[in-house]
């Protein structure tokens, strides 16, 4: 039968960006104990009560050249899944590309990318929600423009480069999802962040950096951006052409605006447009409905976390005060349909962006890496029991109902898929989700 509940989730860290000029693979799964450890995180998720997990397979072992894949992994992780009726919300990129591709500068990437999007939903067709590309601002940000990552360049033409790539992945790939999954849904997790000017003289600089937070959501739901982003694109490299297909192949009408929130996604500008880290200002509440206020999408909190200290309860109180946001966004009319800590066990090495192999491990998770419980574990646990059928997503939230892994190609799942096709089609459709067009 169809799922109304909200949705609570986890995830299982799946990054894996390379690094040292693309000769060392970080891979957290492998970092993490995944690989060893599957079938025990999967029954840990059940443990804790929850029904949908952020998870996909490893891009650089599974893609291994163009039409070719090593299914090997994700079939027996996908077949327990399913087998558990966990609903995954399929990760296919999570910050890296694989070796023979290079990195985010490729342009054959978008393409090729939706290529392997079309295979995986051909081998998986039971699976309804997908992120194709996590963080797409975050990953051209830090592989284009910081020189942590990837391509580790460090320029606004790199950046723009990466973005208008890994945006156009990520709207190809949703294509490609949909000609075989008609009815699949897509949700968007990325940064939701602020800048705050230090000085008068600060605000100009502030202002740029809070139009340019949005880029990579703009250009994946069709939406014309401001008229100094769009100078800056087209200054940076992108052709009229490319900015063009974007207002064109957006699937918003299948999109929920997923938002990432941490303590370091808000930031002090100072004179000369340096930042640096603020700490939580205006928190989610805020910043997440500024972001609803531009895109009036359904929102989903899909990631948080925050390091357990020596009291032992500051990633516990950290919880409840994001609890306490989604509470208040979804009281003051935003259509929230769910919620994430992020990541099922500790992550290792995040405390320098990944950009270091050192083998720290950062005290993230639901579990340790040992897969012991942690407080934060325990009280998400609590908090999902006591609010789980409190809380239905609002019906008006979601375009489609979500069908849980047990009852795909049943009778009301195929009736869906074959519904939502036919509703593709209808030019009336079609008319429908085109947005205005605005002016730059």
């Given amino acids: ?82 087998r558990r009726n966990i609903v995954p919300i399929v990760d296919l990129c999570h910050f890296g590309v694989p070796d023979w591709l290079g990195n985010f500068q490729n342009p054959d990437f978008p393409a090729l990318f939706a290529e392997y999007a079309g295979a995986f939903a051909r081998r998986y067709p039971w699976v309804q929600l997908y992120t194709p590309v996590n963080e797409m601002y975050i990953c051209a940000e830090f592989s284009g423009l910081y020189g942590w990552w990837n391509e580790q360049l460090r320029s606004d033409q790199a950046f723009v480069t990466a973005l208008k790539y890994i945006v ?48 990579s959501l703009d250009l994946n739901y069709g939406r014309r951006v401001d008229s100094d ?27 929920i605006m997923g938002n990432d929130y941490y303590q370091t996604n808000e930031h002090r500008v100072r004179e000369d447009g340096s930042t640096v880290a603020s700490g939580e200002i205006f928190g989610y509440h805020v910043i997440t409905t500024q972001y609803h206020d531009r895109y009036r999408l359904p929102v989903m909190h899909t990631e948080t976390n925050l390091w357990q200290g020596p009291r032992g309860d500051e990633a516990v109180n950290w919880l409840w005060k994001e609890w306490a946001n989604v509470m208040r966004v979804r009281n003051d009319g935003v259509p929230i349909v769910g919620f994430t800590w992020y990541s099922l066990t500790d992550q290792v090495d995040w405390d320098t962006a990944l950009r270091e192999n050192n083998g720290n491990v950062n005290p993230l998770g639901l579990y340790d890496l040992d897969r012991n ?45 074959a519904a939502a096709k036919q509703a593709q089609q209808d030019p009336a459709t079609a008319a429908s989700n085109a947005q205005p067009a605005g002016a730059h």
């Fill in 229 to 255: 982003m769009y100078e800056y694109l087209l200054d940076s490299g992108m052709t009229r052409d490319e900015y063009h297909f974007f207002l064109e192949n957006n699937l918003k009408h299948q999109c």
């Fill in 168 to 215: 156009k992945a990520n709207v190809l790939a949703m294509h490609a999802i949909t000609a075989v999954r008609p009815d699949a849904l897509f949700i968007q997790s990325e940064s939701s962040e602020y800048f705050h000017a230090s000085s008068p003289a600060a605000i100009k600089p502030a202002e740029v950096l809070n139009a340019k937070r949005f880029l």
């Fill in 373 to 417: 419980i942690r407080p934060v574990g325990a009280a998400y646990k609590k908090l999902i029991s006591q609010w789980q059928q409190v809380l239905p997503a609002q019906s008006m939230a979601l375009q489609l109902p979500i069908i849980m892994p047990q009852d795909s190609g049943q009778a009301p799942d195929l009736q869906q898929q």
């Fill in 1 to 82: 039968m169809a799922s109304s509940q909200f949705l609570f989730a986890t995830g299982i860290e799946n990054s894996n960006p390379t690094i040292q000029n693309g000769t060392v693979r970080v891979d957290e799964l492998e970092k993490c104990g995944h690989y060893k450890f599957w079938q025990k995180d999967f029954e840990l998720v059940q443990e804790l009560g929850i029904g949908f997990l952020r998870y996909g397979p490893p891009i650089h072992t599974t893609w291994l050249g163009v039409g070719k894949y090593d299914w090997s992994f994700a079939d027996v992780t996908f077949q327990d899944l399913h």
